[in-house]
């Protein structure tokens, strides 16, 4: 029989393999220290949605409702559910469906995919991961630093450096109204400039047209009435405050003032975390009209979201030999009975809280240590009959001999202490916490 064809994975969503686990783990584990340090609880909330959250949460007239959603009919009941393009919606509505707030602000956190049809290319795909904070509830600007602050501490937490922090505040509605008002006429004015997209824009969401990657219409909206000049007393100090608050923590910030973000929902601070290529990691802001909009009680909100794949490239950069490691133990051996013996070894082992893999498949003694040293293990455990039968194994250091790198060195250990001789030689070694 031939070999059938190869099925594909689906263009622009990735495979994550065990090699990239190690900066997986790092990561979680750092954002896990992080939300536990300012006090944010995990939400987990469905990947799948109706279509209407995102239409209404997000916008109509935004790249992604527009043209990024997997949006299908349920064939079943003939729901119009969408796979989340971004979480805060989702997070927003069971925040709402189980009255969260009813005794006061919520700090929570989110992880998982997310899936946007964009055009796949390096950093970025069609499904990709994020994580991010909401914290509802509070009118700010403390609110706004305290995000800002607790991604700055991520990145500590993880050893990353060249990310440069923007900031800049989208007012009120009032304000943008105005704003947006004076950037219809100005846009008018100048309409033989204005590319397809911008034109269809134009009526709709003209702040959009700001956030443009056109170099044709750069020195347009370049010179374009600028929101600053539009926001009231309230805003301004609203926006002074936080960076007042950021200074005062000495979080460096550069104010952007055609930082816009995508998404509709957004009021007063907006930021994005921006690394050294201009890629942006992570974005958020304030959206105090968002709860209201889908339903709630009028409740302000403010929070992130940050790219787990973004993140996870600038780590590989700044940690590039943060490499797999190996299990603790390999354990091979003669099978038969002595292969029971070797079952039972591998689980006393394991109740020791030491990681061990225990040959399957049989092969030859020397078949056997090619996998043991492959698998990256410590210590290889060698049950031979022989020395069973006088309550014996011989363990092998595969790596990190205390006599040297690459030195043979094998002892042979009464079975009864052999986790305990383990655990001693790795703490002795390196004072490896087990
Ligand atoms: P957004 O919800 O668009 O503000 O996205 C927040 C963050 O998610 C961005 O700053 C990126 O780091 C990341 N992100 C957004 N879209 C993608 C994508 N298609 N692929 C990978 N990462 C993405």
Redesign the pocket.
Known sequence: MGKAERIQGVRGMNDVLPTDEVYWDRFEEAVATVMRGYGYRRIRTPIVEPTALFVRGIGEVTDIVEKEMYSFTDALNGDELTLRP?STAGVVRAVIEHNLLYDGPKRLWYQGP?F?H?RPQK????Q?N?VGVEALGMTGPDADVEVILLGNRLWDELGLGGIRLEINSLGQADERNAHRAALIAYFEEHREQLDGDAQRRLHANPLRILDTKNPAMQALVEAAPRLGDFLGPESLAHFTEVQRLLAANKVEFRINPRLV???DYYNLTVF?WVNEDGL????GGRYDPLIAMLGGNPAPACGF???V??VLEQLRRNAPDLGATGCDVYVIHAGGAVGEVAFQTAERLRDAGLEVILHCGGGSFKSQFRRADASGARFAVIAGEDELARGEVSVKWLRGSPIGEGAARQETVALAALADWIVDAMVASDGADI
């Open positions: 971004e997310m946007r964009e950093g970025r795909y069609r990709f994020q973000r995508g998404l994005e942006t990691l992570c974005g979201a940050l790219g794949e973004r």
